[in-house]
């Protein structure tokens, strides 16, 4: 390979890009009927399982979760390696403005496969529901506008793409292989969770990092091919993003560690309060106790 030093899969290299890309851009509008229908097997499901037990679906989990993390992680080293070989030889600009992600030996399928994946990974919240969990609002809206964006931006080839993608196949390579082992019965430390959780944070800053990046060199003529509509929705999306996942950050380890400390403490000052009441009852009876013991022992004398 002449522009790139790493070996090129036999399946990479069939790849039609052009095909993939045609495909997108006729049917692209079809991941509105995806998100509609998802929307009502979440309605639906969640009606349904409220009158029966939940399901355990351990097995399945795991499989599941192992299967996307397996994925992931071939498509973080399979981009990874693409973009820091475009970073290192060509720069920051060029990583950002340079559509040859789209159809680069090495990165074009993987960029293929990721926007398809957003559709099967709608899957997630199918074992949610099943197993009668929280559903939270950041899980299926994060779901439905990921598979929006990507299926909508693909069809353009549109500049921070290869940003966007390694960024998210980096995430989930470390997301749903901590999903996987949870599911496996394997103790995690809590601290991995937070460390998940603020890598996806730091994916969204660096998201409208990028989406600003585009912006200031389309209006400096250089060559950065995307359009305003697409910047404009990128950017709300990781705004959202950003915001919401602060916020879960916040209630589920912050807040929620304030709100343990605090149930402790009142459980530590319950029970020395009730200590302290059980002494106050129990010193005054002992007291009368051996009073009496001793007024008994001076009439024997």
Known sequence: MS???????????????????????????????????????????????KQREKFELRKPLVLWS?????????????TGSFMMYILMTKGLKQSVCDQSFYNGPVSKFWAYAFVLSKA????????IVLRKQKLIFLHWYHHITVLLYSWYSYKDMVAGGGWFMTMNYLVHAVMYSYY??????????RKFAM???LTQIT?????????YLVYSWMQQGHECPSHMQNIVWSSLMYLSYFVL???????????????NAAAKAAAATAAATTAAATGAITSPGTRTAKATTAA????SK
Request: glycine share 6%; charged share 25%; with cysteine.
């Open 245 to 259: 996942f602060c916020q879960f950050f916040f209630e589920a380890y912050i807040d929620k560690s304030k709100r």
């Open 3 to 49: 522009v790139l030093a790493l070996q090129e899969y036999e399946f990479e290299r069939q790849f039609n890009e052009d095909e993939a890309i045609r495909w997108m851009q006729e049917n692209w509008k079809k991941s509105f009927l995806f998100s509609a229908l998802y929307v009502a097997c979440i309605l639906g499901g969640r009606h349904v399982m």
């Open 180 to 189: 996987a082992l949870r599911a496996a019965g394997f103790r995690v430390s």
């Open 296 to 299: 008994t022992e001076k009439k």
């Open 66 to 78: 192992l299967t996307l993390a397996v994925f992931s992680i071939f498509g973080a080293i399979r």
């Open 203 to 211: 994916q969204m800053v660096m998201g409208c990092v990028v989406n």
């Open 120 to 127: 099967p990974e709608l899957g997630d919240t199918l074992f």
């Open 195 to 197: 460390f998940i959780t």
